[in-house]
């Protein structure tokens, strides 16, 4: 392996990373709150990135610029989390809160199936691709490697900043200290005045917006296709499991070791590639069964 | 599926009793299907692909039963009649016996392997955990073409049948008696194992762990027992549906495929034995007139269906049909109810 | 008054146990000698490490430091199932039982597990222990509720079985969070009164958290007075109950 082959996959693995990170965040944010897994995420991606090659597909023939696109990416992304994400909460996860684990999962996974289809409806089985912003901001030459700065240097951006931005809203603004609040203990949270309901919703609609921003963020790198939203789920909750539960920050850390471990793996063996997360993921979990940042709960008896 | 759902240790009736409706009806139910190729010739194939599709249903029948959901249950359908396709094309002639028990023995194995790891994890992690290795092995099919023949599958070729080469109408009609047969049989071990000590014991997986650690058992080890069992029915159904097909395909272990099970399962009443079967030949019948007019909306029904079940219905359809017949009143007061009966 | 000194080893003893959580240290080198056919009765304020003893001897936590000895041979390390398989079976203050199974059913289980019964086509309801388990039940006084799911059973109800479904495992020593809590008080000595016989019929050494006085010194032939992660005190029912120091921390507590 020579340096720019080395360079590339480095390259390669980290804009990976970075955008299975703002999708795995969404879905471990859901969970952190929730304690709700949400099977649809890898649909409101998938979502998230056909919107937004329709939406600029259709501006760009009108005669805009490709830097246009990034507005719509972010319009595309709140769509998905308020057209989607808000009736999704409200229609149907909040009639199950107090339901067993497995039939929330049975729920998620129902809608899963629904919007599969719905893209199908929507969208056909043709695949789409339209990567006209991907070179919109140019590109960056390291050495010898040239390497576009949407994915070196704007993808990871984007999700340093998304990490950073979560962390200080949840942690440092009222209605992040509400969200953590209603997360320890919900009945406590409610007993002082705090609207649960309210929070839920917030929380899968910004959770929703995620996966739709990782899909739009994505759509330019990737032809979009029927069954890209089953992969995400997939590979996401690889992240997230890997991570731990719930787990924000250790989200960014399996997002790195899986996407460079996939990326490596294009390079040295690349029939294996699609396989390296889940392996990652097993072998975290053979070792640390609650994942690398979780820890483990004990129940009160 | 609903938390206050019991089962009843026994699904058939009590001792001495006169035989229940629902004896009869099952009795009746399984000699209409044994008169299937005489009657509705055409739907011989339909039917016995639904038989091995429950055979399937059934084993993920068995996880529920533990409060535990598989996404991923597919992959050892798949694993079976991958072993089947390729004994038959390693050793050409092969017998069915053979190639049934390969099939089943390769589910077994990879069910106790794959079992290992997953009976550590309950719930969300248990669902998903099925589904991320029945990617893998998808994968692995997809993606080693030169083994697998990738997307194509791999042609099973049409085993003897007790040393006999059969002619392909009397091997449909062996593969479909054998087909009722296994489900009689089975089914019939299945009901056995639910109310037996070991199935029971399997089944306290779903109310309480703690306890059961401090009855000196190990929740992972009786997680395992049951897992390896509905992976060794999920073998039996991925067998016997290639035999019927002819051809392998990667689909065989798509997650569209565990999802389907997962759907039987809940549709037929979840943790119901009969309702495993009820379900898939419903579904089946169902799935092939709808295809006409709904094939590119078929998940989309499915998953509404889904819904629908589980928000208004929990109990399935052998939830309906007991409500019907009177069988057993309203979950959870069946013991009470008889108490009170005597 | 120091711990009563038999020849032999002790049934149970433990040796230095120390656990924290976070900054609360709910065991403080705790050494107990528990010895055979006599009950122990454990008292002490919420929060002085009572139930965390318990999740100690049984394996449930494991100490930070020291050692659990079961007639002299190390069991800290081992899982509760294990130390269950060598004779110390366990009742907690929330019962811990199948909730979706009937009461009889929850000891023909415990029955099943100790019998390692295997055969996959007899049914539970079959075994050879139905007998003995329904002896069990009505040595409990729930006789009456035998084909009952347990959700539908009272607190008081659920307690019982929760002990029996223990009992059923034949122990030779069983440990019992608060057995009379849940119970209404009225009926608190007529519980303690059946669970005694139960516990002398089956031969069976008890170690039990209780708030209750009144049953500490009816029932007990040792009291332990825990504080603060530690044993305080051990005596007598009359000693204890005539110290100063527990009058004034533990039964002024119960008072106010």
Redesign the interface.
């Given at each position: 392996m020579n340096l720019t082959i080395f360079l590339l996959a480095l390259f390669d693995g980290i804009s990976y990373a970075a955008l299975v990170f703002i999708v795995a965040l969404g879905l471990t944010l859901i969970?952190g709150v929730m304690r709700i897994?949400n099977v649809a995420h890898g649909s409101l991606y998938a979502i998230g990135a056909y919107v937004t090659v329709s939406l600029s597909g259709y501006f760009l023939a009108l005669g805009f610029a490709p830097v246009f696109a990034f507005p719509l990416m972010i319009v595309s992304a709140a769509l998905v989390g308020v057209a989607l994400g808000g009736p999704i909460e409200w229609l149907?996860l909040r009639?199950?809160y107090d339901?067993?684990?497995?039939?929330q999962?049975?729920?998620t996974?129902?809608?899963?199936?629904?919007l599969?289809?719905?893209q199908?409806?929507v969208w056909g089985s043709q695949p789409y691709f339209e990567a006209r912003v991907l070179q919109a901001l140019g590109n960056v030459t390291v050495f010898g490697v040239t390497y576009t700065v949407y994915q070196l240097i704007l993808l990871p951006l984007v999700a340093t900043g998304l990490l950073l931005g979560l962390r200080f809203f949840l942690r440092r603004t009222v209605i992040g200290k509400l969200i953590l609040a209603t997360t320890e203990d919900r009945e406590a949270a409610q007993s002082i005045g705090i609207d649960a309901d309210r929070v839920f919703l917030f929380t899968f609609m910004v959770g929703a917006v995620l996966a739709g921003l990782g899909g739009a963020l994505a759509s330019p790198t990737t032809s979009i296709l029927p069954g890209m939203g089953?992969d995400m789920i997939?590979l996401s909750?690889?992240v997230v499991?890997t991570a731990g539960?719930g787990q924000i920050g250790g989200a960014a850390v399996a997002a790195l070791m899986i996407g460079l471990g996939r990326s490596f793996a294009v390079y040295v063996w690349p029939?294996?590639a699609?396989?390296v997360p889940?392996?990652i993921?097993?072998l975290v979990?053979?070792v640390r069964?609650e994942g690398l940042f979780g820890s483990p709960v004990a129940?009160k008896? | 599926?609903?938390?206050?759902?019991?089962?009843p240790?026994?699904d058939s009736a009590k001792p001495g009793a006169m035989p229940s409706i629902r004896a009869i009806l099952t009795l009746l139910g399984i000699l209409l299907l044994a008169a299937v190729p005489f009657i509705a010739p055409s739907m011989q194939l339909l039917i016995n692909l639904a038989l091995a599709k429950g055979l399937a249903v059934l084993g993920v029948t068995v996880l529920?039963r533990a409060?535990?959901?598989s996404?991923g249950h597919a992959l050892f359908f798949g694993i079976s009649a991958y072993v089947g396709a390729f004994l038959m094309a390693s050793l050409p002639g092969a017998d069915l016996i053979l190639v049934l028990v390969a099939g089943v023995g390769g589910a077994v194995v990879s069910g106790l392997l794959v079992g290992l790891?997953v009976v550590?994890?309950?719930?969300?992690?248990f669902?998903?955990?099925n589904?991320?290795?029945s990617?893998?092995f998808w994968?692995?099919l997809e993606?080693?073409y030169h083994v697998t023949g990738g997307a194509d599958g791999i042609r099973l070729a049409r085993p003897s049948v007790l040393g006999m080469a059969m002619e392909r109408a009397g091997f449909e009609a062996v593969i479909f008696y054998l087909s009722i047969v296994l489900m009689v049989v089975l089914g019939w071990?299945t009901l056995?194992?639910f109310?037996?000590?070991?199935?029971?014991?399997f089944?306290?997986i779903?109310?309480?762990e703690?306890?059961l650690?401090?009855?000196?058992?190990?929740p992972r080890r009786v997680l395992l027992s049951g897992y390896v069992l509905s992976a060794a029915l999920c073998g039996v159904g991925g067998s016997l549906m290639a035999l019927t097909q002819g051809v392998v395909t990667p689909e065989y272990v798509w997650?569209v495929r565990s999802?389907e099970m997962?759907f039987i399962a809940?549709l037929g009443g979840a943790g119901s034995v009969r309702g495993a079967f009820i379900g898939a030949l419903i579904y089946e019948v169902v799935r092939i007139y709808a295809s006409a007019f709904a094939g590119?909306?078929?998940?989309?029904l499915?998953?509404?269906f889904?819904?629908v079940i589980?928000?208004f219905a929990p109990g399935g359809i052998m939830g309906i049909a007991d409500t019907l017949i009177g069988h057993r009143k309203k979950s959870?007061?069946?013991?009470?109810t008889?108490?009170e009966a005597k | 008054m120091s711990a009563t000194s038999t020849s032999g080893t002790p049934l149970l003893e433990t040796r230095d146990l120390v656990i924290r959580f976070g900054g609360v240290t709910a065991a403080d080198n705790v050494s107990m000698q528990i010895e055979a056919w006599r009950n122990l009765a454990i008292i002490g304020p919420n929060g002085a490490g009572k139930t965390t003893f318990l999740n100690i001897c049984?394996g449930w936590l494991k100490p930070q430091q020291g050692k659990v000895f079961l007639e002299g041979e190390d069991i800290s390390a081992l899982?509760?199932?294990?130390i269950?398989?060598r004779g110390v079976?366990?009742a907690?203050q929330i019962p811990?039982?199948?909730?979706?199974?009937?009461a009889l059913?929850n000891l023909?289980?415990?029955a099943?597990?100790?019998e390692g019964?295997?055969?996959?086509?007899?049914?539970?309801?079959r075994?050879r222990q139905r007998d003995e388990m329904m002896h069990l039940l009505d040595l409990v006084n729930c006789a009456d509720v035998a084909?009952?799911?347990v959700?539908?059973l009272s607190e008081g109800q659920r307690k019982l079985i929760d002990i029996a479904?223990?009992l059923a495992?034949k122990p030779r020593l069983l440990l019992m969070d608060e057995p009379t809590s849940g119970v209404a008080s009225s009926q608190k000595h007529e519980v303690m009164e059946i669970l005694v016989g139960a516990l002398a019929e089956a031969g069976v050494t008890s170690v039990f958290v209780e708030h209750d006085m009144g049953i500490v010194s009816r029932y007990a032939d040792e009291v332990a007075v825990w504080n603060a992660g530690n044993v305080q005190l051990r005596g007598t029912p009359e000693e204890i109950l005539e110290h100063p120091d527990v009058i004034r921390d533990v039964i002024g507590e119960e008072v106010a």
């Open positions: 969970f897994l149907l009639r199950i339901k067993p684990e497995v039939l999962l049975l729920v996974f129902a809608v899963f199936m629904i599969e289809d719905v199908r409806l089953a997939v909750f690889a499991a539960l029939e294996v699609v396989l889940y392996l993921m097993v979990l053979l069964p129940r008896i | 599926m609903r938390d206050t759902t019991r089962h240790t026994s529920l409060g535990q959901v996404f790891f550590r994890y309950r719930g969300i992690f669902g998903m955990l589904l991320a290795f990617m893998i994968s692995i993606k080693f071990f056995r194992w109310a037996s000590p070991v199935g029971q014991i089944q306290t779903k109310t309480n703690t306890r650690e401090y009855l000196g058992l190990s997650w999802a997962v809940v590119d909306i078929w998940q989309l499915l998953g509404s889904l819904l589980i928000l959870g007061q069946r013991a009470a008889a108490e | 049984t899982p509760p199932r294990k269950v398989r079976a366990r907690f811990q039982l199948f909730t979706e199974h009937t059913e023909l289980i415990s099943a597990a100790r019964l295997r055969n996959p086509l007899q049914s539970l309801h075994i084909d009952r799911v959700v539908e479904v223990a495992l």
